[in-house]
């Protein structure tokens, strides 16, 4: 008996894990798509909404009789805010979630047909996700922080449950 699973190969379809991950990264990646256009087509747009918030706040601001420690941190966050959100870097930031989730979306697709090369595609889609952010706002950014955050606590989930599956993949 024990010659006989020893002996035992399991079928060659994709097993049902994978392919639950896969669909939710072409979702992902197709959003990140999406939004990436969206985010290169309208920067403009979203630059311009930025300037009249910082103007709008800083005016709400300094109508405010008392200068206190919340309300200069309330200022300097939306200053550091407006001055990174231009045209150019939302642009570039439009065009790295477009990269990142091209990254992503093939490895799914190379994962799909259980190659292991499409989990190192993804795993540099998710670097570039995690990483572009500070490259193109800067370090000290409040919003490349919390972006690279959300991107990277997603991304290294789905890094780590691909790989307990690389098993399956050639």
């Known amino acids: ?28 990646s197709g959003w990140g798509l999406i939004g990436g256009a969206i985010q290169y087509f309208s920067a403009e747009k979203q630059a311009q909404a930025m300037t009249f918030t910082k103007e709008k706040a800083s ?18 966050m939306v200053n550091s805010m407006t001055s990174a959100f231009t045209v150019e870097n939302l642009k570039k930031a439009g065009l790295a979630a477009i990269l990142a989730a091209v990254f992503c979306l093939g490895g799914a697709l190379m994962m799909w047909k259980l190659k292991k090369t499409g989990y190192y595609l993804y795993i540099v889609g998710t670097l570039v996700g995690i990483a572009s952010p500070f490259i193109i706002y800067g370090s000290s950014n409040i919003m490349s922080i919390i972006s690279s955050v959300l991107v990277g606590f997603i991304g290294v989930i789905f890094v780590i449950l691909y790989g307990v599956n690389l098993k399956y993949m050639k």
């Open 1 to 28: 008996m024990a010659e006989l699973l020893q002996d035992y190969e399991r079928p060659a379809g994709r097993p049902t894990f994978i392919t639950v991950l896969c669909i939710l990264t072409f979702i992902g």
């Open 59 to 76: 005016t709400d601001i300094q109508k405010m009789d008392n200068k206190d420690e919340g309300s200069k941190m309330a200022e300097k």
